[in-house]
């Protein structure tokens, strides 16, 4: 079977897809080198649903787990890009983030665990500077096809878009041997 959707479509970039690797009720579909790989790029992730889910080794509320680790959580809206949507609790009162926590229950939302990004030095008027880089990668058929990256001077901005305050560029890699000319 194939399936076919448009790039436009955000079947690509929904974030419930994420979810579902990320599930251990799921990890029974992937190799060992599967889920290596999963596990060292893919921060806990889950639909947000009442009820209970697995986190921390255990079984846990949803709700109860979400306020109870609201600094260490993100609530993000599937389908949305470059920031648009996003909650960072530790940037949010926990009054407002149990009310958004709320709001967005059986909703197109995840809940993801932060991950703090650790800042790279590069070239500045004034010697290297510390900016923090945010990796999308574009990826097909024949595999890695390129990336998108934003990038912030501040390393505590959490999820940042370039209408605010990110910078952002894009790579393509093409494989085999350069073009001539």
Excluded at 10 to 17: C, D, H, P, Q, T
Excluded at 148 to 177: E, K, L
Aim: proline content about 10%.
């Amino acid at each position: 079977m194939r399936l076919y959707a448009p790039m436009d479509a955000e079947v690509y970039g929904s974030k419930g897809a994420l979810a579902l690797l990320s599930d251990e009720a799921n990890r029974h579909l992937f190799t060992a080198a599967e889920l290596a790989r999963l596990d060292r790029v893919l921060p806990w992730t889950r639909m947000v649903r009442p009820g209970p889910v697995t986190a921390d080794g255990g079984e846990v509320d949803m709700a109860g787990y979400a306020r109870t680790e609201r600094e260490h959580l993100v609530l993000k809206p599937t389908a949305l890009h470059s920031g648009a949507g996003v909650i960072q609790g530790w940037l949010t009162s926990p009054a407002e983030w149990r009310d958004r926590v709320a709001a967005a229950m059986d909703g197109p939302y995840v809940l993801q665990r932060r991950v703090h990004p650790l800042a790279e030095p590069f070239p500045a008027a004034r010697g290297p500077e510390p900016w923090v880089l945010w990796w999308g990668a574009f990826l097909g058929a024949p595999g890695y096809g390129g990336a998108i990256v934003r990038g912030s001077t501040d390393p505590d901005a959490g999820i940042r878009s370039m209408p605010h305050g990110s910078t952002g560029t894009c790579c393509f890699h093409q494989p085999g041997p350069p073009p001539e000319g």
